[in-house]
Nanobody, 126 residues
């Protein structure tokens, strides 16, 4: 099993941007599909984005489509979530999750992932 570690959270004004990063140690990074999830205080965890092992396939929740972009660099063992045009409703703890997967497959269901990071807080002020 692997341990994803998120970084890059912080406080940003509405309309601004942040880049979150997820690194994975313990196994070959390129074997893992990665998903991003978030959980706001008092709310259910929701899926944000997902990317395949290849990096060639990705998907986004409707709430972030056109504002967020995820990419990966298998040589650097890193997946990034580029967030722009942030809104106060984007405020949440953001989690990176990973699972072994076929080369071009991504997953948007939390139950599909078996390794989770501790999360990084993103706060968007109005």
């Amino acid at each position: 099993q692997v341990q994803p570690v998120e970084s890059g959270g912080g406080l940003v004004q509405a309309g601004g941007g942040l880049r979150l990063s997820c690194t994975i140690s313990g196994r070959t990074f390129s074997e893992y599909a990665v998903g991003w999830f978030r959980q706001a205080y008092g709310k259910e965890r929701e899926w944000v984005a997902a990317i395949s092992r290849s990096g060639g396939n990705a998907a986004y929740a409707d709430s972030v489509k056109g504002r967020f972009f995820t990419s990966r660099d298998n040589a650097k063992n890193t997946v990034d979530l580029h967030m722009s045009k942030l809104k106060p409703e984007d405020t949440a703890n953001y989690y990176c999750a990973a699972r072994l997967a076929p080369w071009s497959t991504y997953f948007s269901y939390a139950g599909s992932y078996d390794s989770w990071g501790q999360g990084t807080q993103v706060t968007v002020s109005s």
